[in-house]
Nanobody, 126 residues
Framework: EVQLVESGGGLVQPGGSLRLSCAATGFTFKNYAMSWARQAPGKDLEWVSSISTGETTSYADSMKGRFTISRDNAKNTLHLQMNNLKPDDTAVYYC????????????????????WGQGTQVTVSS
């Protein structure tokens, strides 16, 4: 059974940093591109970032230069380093795997992803 478990969320002041992690089990992690997405209260799910099996990365425009996605295939773990956080970054952050092994899409839609984690809350507030 595929499981994705996010952690690392919390309350941070504007301008602060957080590092999210996603522990993956139940599939061959190194063979799948992975993504982060987020959902703010009352808003649609928003794609944040993705990383390919070859560690090519892509980001939504509002996250470029502030967020860094990375993966540790030895530990089956996905990370999202978030710097210079803004109140608009407040959301539940989810990790997900690409539906198809080895597939890479720089801007995946939810239909391209599956096996979502339960999410971790990030709140940016003074």
């Amino acid at each position: 059974e595929v499981q994705l478990v996010e952690s690392g969320g919390g309350l941070v002041q504007p301008g602060g940093s957080l590092r999210l992690s996603c522990a993956a089990t139940g599939f061959t992690f190194k063979n799948y591109a992975m993504s982060w997405a987020r959902q703010a209260p009352g808003k649609d799910l928003e794609w944040v970032s993705s990383i390919s099996t070859g560690e090519t990365t892509s980001y939504a425009d509002s996250m470029k230069g502030r967020f860094t996605i990375s993966r540790d295939n030895a530990k089956n773990t996905l990370h999202l380093q978030m710097n210079n956080l803004k109140p608009d970054d407040t959301a539940v952050y989810y990790c997900a795997k690409f539906r198809v092994r080895y597939l890479w899409l720089p801007s995946p839609t939810p239909d391209d992803l599956d096996s979502w984690g339960q999410g971790t809350q990030v709140t940016v507030s003074s």
